[in-house]
């Protein structure tokens, strides 16, 4: 019997139910690629995290992550919530407010404020850079956006790691109200190797938050994402590319999940230097351990 100590937590929210769940398997030396890949796909969950120890100077702690399907580079959710369980299992201690993470995508800091249930973390994400801006007219887009009230920015396909279509609602309502295309999103996230629409809109008038965030996964499945570190961080250097973020400082608060029966908010900031922080709170939902040889 081989056991590890093994959590689910919701990530991006400050009640269980309402952010992005994430599994962490603490103790991961000895586990092989397919024994990973193994446990991903057994926990069912977007994205399953393996910690080891860091290899690399500098480094705080080593992360492979898994959805149920494949190895995936960066993901935001799975690095801010394994960050939340490697200080609570004392593992690592943030120096100047800060720790850093060793994985695929390189060493990423990330940052550490407050204790406890109000304690939030954000991961500086790799730069993001413009593929290209589309024109309405694009034959890939007319599918999927049609009958869709846009708004000021043009669409356009960005690359943070993995590579998001992002598209710009009239409102707040037109987006929550907006019922996806997934044939059209499937079809343009295999012909330009994304991973589909990440659709946005400016929040109503007195909201506690700034934006709403829906981001459509085409492919290799069909479905709408609770709350996505990685695809907000990517539309946070788009806004700032156009000089369209919300507020002035470089933060605001994001919504997403309503729609799939969550409620997460996530928390982004852009600093003086251009890069992305992408983060929020994280609820523990289970403490236990996982019996795997």
């Known amino acids: 019997m081989t056991l590890r ?4 937590l ?12 994430l599994a962490v398997v603490l103790d991961a030396e000895g586990l092989d690629d397919a024994s990973m890949q193994a446990i991903a796909k057994w926990t069912r969950l977007p994205e399953t995290t393996f910690v080891f120890p860091p290899t690399q100077p500098g480094a705080s702690y080593r992360i492979r992550m898994f959805s149920p399907r494949r190895e995936v580079p960066f993901a935001g959710h799975p690095s801010v919530g394994t960050a939340h369980v490697v200080l609570e299992a004392g593992l690592a201690t943030p120096v100047d407010g800060r720790l850093v993470q060793e994985g695929i995508a390189g060493l990423l800091p990330l940052s550490v404020d407050g204790e406890g249930v109000r304690r939030t973390i954000a991961i500086r994400t790799p730069r993001a850079r413009v593929v290209e801006v589309a024109n309405l007219n694009d034959v890939r887009l007319v599918a999927v956006l049609r009958n869709v009230q846009l708004g000021a920015l043009p669409p356009a396909l960005m690359d943070g790691g993995r590579r998001w279509w992002l598209a710009e609602f009239a409102n707040e309502a037109a987006l929550r109200d907006a019922t996806p ?18 659709a946005f809109a400016r929040a109503d008038a007195g909201r506690d938050y700034d934006l709403v ?5 085409g492919a290799p499945a069909h479905f709408e994402d609770a709350a996505s570190g990685a695809a907000n961080a990517t539309l946070a250097a788009w806004l700032k590319h156009n000089d369209a973020l919300p507020g002035s400082d470089g933060r605001y608060v994001v919504s997403q999940g309503r729609e799939v029966g969550h409620d997460a908010r996530l928390q982004l900031r852009v600093d003086d230097e251009g890069e992305v922080w992408s983060g929020g709170h994280i609820c523990n939902v289970v403490r236990g351990n996982i019996d795997w040889p």
Do not use: K
Request: glycine share 10%; hydrophobic share 50%.
């Open 213 to 217: 965030v829906r981001a459509f996964v």
């Open 5 to 8: 100590r093994y959590l689910q």
């Open 181 to 198: 295309d997934w044939l059209a999103i499937g079809a343009l996230a295999v012909t330009t190797d994304s991973m589909g629409l990440c």
């Open 10 to 21: 919701d990530v991006f929210a400050d009640r269980p139910g309402a952010g992005n769940p």
